[in-house]
């Protein structure tokens, strides 16, 4: 596995990748975006305005995390590829600088909720989901180094 900073040319790989993971390892969200917008969020927003890794096996793209101060936004690894090490050395790569992380996932994502405390995140807060697209309750974790 190679890991690598991730390109304005790779957006496309991650709007796959992430729709890919999504559906397959978060089945309870509602679909609420097409794959074009998919593509143009990680193009004009998620790749400019953070810090993206992407983890590979060859050329192809097996996960990825993107950060940026204080927050981890997205980890995501492909579902043939969990529970192989790819999601903690991406996440190591978000906390090296040190500092506090923070990052929300959804309570039903219990899978991710023990990598992270796992991890030495400690949950912060519990919501009911009003905040977010898919109106679905989320978690607030911090790591504080």
Do not use: C
């Amino acid at each position: 596995m190679n890991l690598r900073r991730a390109t304005a040319a790779d957006a496309e790989a991650l709007a796959r990748l992430y729709r890919r993971t999504v559906r397959s390892s978060l089945p309870f969200l509602p679909e609420l975006h097409t794959a074009e917008e998919d593509l143009r969020f990680f193009a004009e927003r998620f790749l400019p305005e953070r810090e993206v890794w992407l983890a590979e096996v060859g050329a192809t793209p097996i996960g990825y995390i993107g950060f940026r101060p204080g927050w981890i936004d997205h980890l995501f690894v492909h579902p043939l590829h969990q529970g192989q090490g790819v999601g903690p050395r991406l996440l190591r790569l978000a906390l090296e600088a040190g500092g506090e992380r923070r990052l929300w996932t959804f309570q039903k994502n219990l899978r991710a909720r023990a990598f992270y405390e796992a991890r030495g995140f400690v949950l912060e807060t519990l919501t009911d989901g009003e905040g977010n697209e898919e109106r679905e309750p989320d978690a607030l974790y911090v790591w504080r180094g």
